[in-house]
């Protein structure tokens, strides 16, 4: 099979446009979405190159350790008691157990399950018990640096943990600059956790992130969220090949506006925005005057994902007024549920031998599409599988 197979719509000559319009409505094979030698080529060029999520730093507690994982690979998540936040690959120096399989609380050490090293949250390694075949660790002082635990490149923005597991992205820094810019309004330091929710979906990750993108189904799958006519005066966004998503410019001026919920002050013409935006490849944001968003997104199967969904006030009102803090919560977990469970429904389609006659609609899926051509870049960058007679496929 081609890695990247796109279908031409033909058939998207019912719109009416114009030849480049119809040739740009193309959707992605199916068997991106059910092929698992495609996912491990996804878990390769997508997930270890650029920078990834993995978390929400604000869960992570001093003296926690956190196991999460990126694309099927094993990570810890720690905080020392001098509040540092430290990123580890999740196995043992010894012989690559996995170090921490549950997150725990309070802990000094962290102790290996199969022959008891044990580490400091910080990564060193504290103790090696009869390592010489004798009682005591018997670690040379000084000399046990090599053998902690290996510390993976990361970065904190808007709360949310980024890696990059191949450790030759460009700078953190200068990869979000062009959505810091647009945020700049919005005023980080401010936000404050009000809920983190897992969620199992049974769907490719590539559906969750489509989804994402797609303002076309919000008034009719989230009809509490506004009608089509507040959804189809969205803009698209494109800050950089790696950032985009739309804007409701007055995504929430029909909404009833608790009294409880603290709104920065805008200026007027972000009073009622909305943004979405897709960070490439795992993580979505969504951003008002009164509420931030992040959902992170991690494969499990070809056809699961996980995710976890961080929703943050803009000031501490689960302090100020707990009970409207969960309101809030569950008000917008309803929504995300919605979400999960449309889901599945896509994923069932993509076995369908008509799948990959699918349309993209021109007026709403412009984001979709550029979501698939950066996948199909990113796909073309990798050398591809191998073949049965051990040789690359082009
Ligand atoms: S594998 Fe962890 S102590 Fe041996
Ligand atoms: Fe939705």
């Known amino acids: ?18 030849m480049q319009d119809i040739y740009s409505k193309r959707v992605l094979d199916p068997r991106y979405y059910t092929d698992t030698q495609v996912l491990e080529q996804e878990r390769d060029c997508l997930f270890a190159k650029g920078w990834a999520s993995v978390g929400l730093a604000s869960t992570v507690k001093p003296g ?8 099927g690979s094993p990570l810890l998540l720690t905080r020392t008691r001098d509040g540092s936040l430290h990123v580890f690959h999740n196995i043992c120096a010894h012989r690559g157990a996995q170090l921490v399989p549950v997150p725990c609380e309070n802990q000094r050490h962290l102790t290996c399950p199969y022959h008891a090293w044990s580490y400091s949250l910080s990564g060193e390694l504290k103790g090696a018990p009869y390592l010489a075949g004798k009682k005591g660790s018997s670690i040379p002082q000084g000399e046990d640096k090599g053998f902690g635990l290996q510390p993976i490149r990361h970065a904190v923005w808007f709360d949310t943990i980024f890696v990059n597991l191949a450790e ?37 990750w590539k559906l969750v992130c489509e989804n994402f993108l797609d303002a076309y189904h919000v008034p009719f799958v989230h009809n509490q969220a506004g009608g089509p006519e507040t959804a189809i005066n969205f803009a698209d966004l494109e800050l950089s090949p790696d950032i985009f998503g739309f804007t409701l410019p007055q995504g929430d001026a ?25 960070l490439f490849p795992n993580t979505l944001v969504a951003i008002t005057g009164g509420w931030f968003q992040v959902i992170s997104v991690q494969p499990t199967r070809v056809d699961q994902s996980d995710e976890v969904l961080g929703l943050y006030a803009m000031d501490n009102l689960s302090e100020r007024n707990s009970e409207a803090a969960q309101e ?38 412009k984001t979709i599409e550029r979501f698939l051509s950066r996948l199909e870049k990113a796909l073309l960058e990798f050398p591809g599988p191998s073949t049965a007679d051990g040789n690359k496929s082009p």
């Open 328 to 365: 809030f919560s569950t008000i917008m977990n309803r929504i995300n549920q919605q979400d999960v469970d449309i889901l599945p429904s896509l994923q069932a389609g993509r076995r369908s031998p008509a799948a990959g006659k699918n349309a993209l609609a021109p007026f709403w899926d």
């Open 254 to 278: 029909d909404k009833k506006k608790p009294e409880w919920l603290f709104r920065l002050p805008l200026p007027p013409e972000l009073e009622h925005a909305q943004f979405f935006f897709y």
């Open 168 to 204: 030759n992205a460009p700078a953190f820094s200068e990869w979000i600059a062009p959505l810091d810019d647009q945020l700049n309004p919005f005023d980080s330091p401010r936000l404050h956790l009000i809920s983190a929710t897992d969620y199992t979906i049974k769907a490719n």
């Open 64 to 71: 926690c350790a956190r196991p999460t994982q990126l694309a």
């Open 1 to 18: 099979m081609s890695l990247v197979s796109w279908q031409v719509m033909g058939e998207a000559l019912e719109f009416g446009l114009p």
